[in-house]
C-alpha cells in the first residue's frame, strides 16, 4: 500500500516503509555539476575514505562551459584532475547535466539518483526517485554509496482531460504552481497522473518534475508506463500506488488552460497570457533544463520559421544536449533559428543563472523558457523575468513583447 | 550566543544569498564577501561574529548551491532564524553547523537590529522584551548538529552509527 514514492522505497528496500520514515538507502548514481562539484570533492577528500563506486558517480560541466573566467576554469582543473584520480569516466561537457543523465540512460525506472543541483527532480519523468542535495551530501555519497531520506508524504497532481492546442506542459506546471504556491509541496513527493500525463511524451514529464522543485517538492515523479520503458530500454516494473494517502489531491481540468506566464518576481506569481500581453521585451532566452529539448526546438521552429526576430529583442537559443543539438540540425531547427536571426549557443545552461552569456542589465525585460525569475537570477537584480512556455518565447521573440501565439497566427 | 538581528522578508533565494555570478569559486573568503551582496549590500561590512539572520517564508528557497550557507556561516552567523526553509537550503545548513531554527513569529515581532540571544539546541529566542520558543532541528539533523556536521558524523560513526541510534557527539 502506498505512493509512487512508498512503492518505490519499499521495493528497494524489501520492507515497507511509510512517509515519515527515516531511512538510509543505496543510490543508484550521484551527479554533480561544475559548480557544485569542487565542493562536493571537498567534503570527500576531509572524510579519507576511498571512493565508493566510479562507475556510479557522474560530473557535468554545463553551469560554465565553456569556461569564461580563469575561475571557472580552475574549477573544471579541479574535477578533471578529481576523475583521472578516481579513474571516473563518467565526465560529459556535453550540455545540461539532467539531459545528459536522461540522454545517457543514468536514470532508470525505479531507481535513486541524488544530484548536486536542486533540479535533479527532472529524473522523476523516467519513472526514478530523484533529489537534489547540496556537494557535502553528494560528497558523503562519493564515499559511501548512501544518504538518508525522509520518505515524504505526497501531493497528487490530477490532470483531466487534454492539453488545448498551443498549450503546454510548462503552462500546466505553472498554473499548478500558482495553485499551490512557491513552497505549497515543500519537503513532499509531487506525484504527476492523471489523462493529460499519461498522454505525454518522455520531453514534457521531464518539464513538469522539473518545476516540482520550484514549488517546494522533494521529488517529482510521474508512474512509469510503457512510454518510459520504451525510452529506458529496461524490463518493466510497477509502480502502481495502491490504496495511497495524499496529504493533498489537486484536480486540473487540463482542457481550460491558457498560456501561462509567470511573472516577476516569483515563479507563483502566474497570470493568463491576456494579462501580460505586449510586455516590451529586451530578450528572449530559449533553453534550459526546463525547455531546451528538442520538442521544445521543434515548437519554436515552426514559430519561428520564415520569420525574422524583432530587432529590440535580442534572441537566445541553447539545446539542452548535444544529442538534442544534433537532432535540431537533422531537423534543419538551427538553420531556422539562425536565418531568425537568433542567437544559437553551444548546449549548457545559457543564460538562466546569469553566469555566463545572455546576462541581464539593469530595468531590462526578459522572457525566458527556464525555471526560476528570482531578481538577480539572470543578471542585474533590477531586471525582470517572465517565465513562459517554448511557443510564447518565439512568438515573443517575432513580436518584441510577450504574444500570444495564437494571436501571431490569426494575425499572419 | 548574543548578536543583533539582520531582519529578511519571505522567499530569499539561494539566487539573493549568492547571486550565481559570484559563486565560481570555493575559497572561503570570496564566498564570505559576496553573501546577500545585491539583497543587502551593507551585510558584509556591518554583520558581526553571534549575529543572526531572522526571515519569513520559504528562506533559502532555489538553487542547491551550498556556497549560500557557506558565505552565512563564513561571516560568523550565529544562527538563522526563519518562520519556514526550502529543504536544500535547511538540509545543507545542518550538513555544515550552521545553526537553522524554525519559528512562525520572530520575524514579525523582531526588529533589525534588535540584540538577542539564541540557544541552537533548545530553540530558545530571547530579547529584551520576548522570549520565544523555535523549533530546532530534531532526527537525523539533531544527530548532524550534536556530531557537528555531516562530515564530523561520517567520520566517527558513520551510517552505521544513525542505524544504531548512536549519539556521535
Redesign the interface.
Known sequence: MGTITEELFSRRLGRRVHAGDTVIAEVDVAMAHDVTGPLAIEAFRSLDLPLWDASRIVFNFDHVMPANTVAAAELHRVIREFCVEHRITNLFAEGICHQVMVDRRLAQPGGIVVGADSHSTTYGGVGCFATGLGSTDIGVVFATGRTWFRIPETVRIDVRGALPAGVYAKDLALHVIAQMGADGADYCAVEWGGEAVAAMTIDERLTLCNLSTDFGAKTGIVEPDAVTFAHSGGEPIDLHPSHPEYVRTLVVDAGSLRPQVAVHPSIDNVHDIDDVSGTPLDEVFIGSCTNGRLSDLAVAASILSGRTVHPRTRTVIVPASRGVYLEALSAGYIEIFARAGALVLNPGCGPCLGRQHGVVGPGERVLSTSNRNYPGRMGSPDAQIFLASPAVAAASALAGAITDPAALEAAA | MSGRVFLLGD?V?T??IM???Y????DPDALRRSCLI??RPDFVESVRPGDVIVAG??FG???????A??SIKRNGVAAVIAE?F???FY??AV??GLPVIRCAEAHQVLRDGDQVSVDAITGSIRSATLTLQGEPPS??ALRIIEAG???EL??RG??AA??EGRRVS
Open positions: 522567499g533565494s539566487d539573493a547571486p550565481g555570478r559563486n565560481v569559486t570555493t545585491e539583497a517564508r520559504n528557497c532555489g538553487s542547491s548551491r551550498e556556497h550557507p557557506l519556514s526550502a529543504r536544500i538540509r545543507n550538513n555544515i532526527g537525523v556536521s555531516l562530515v561520517i567520520k558513520g551510517w544513525l542505524e
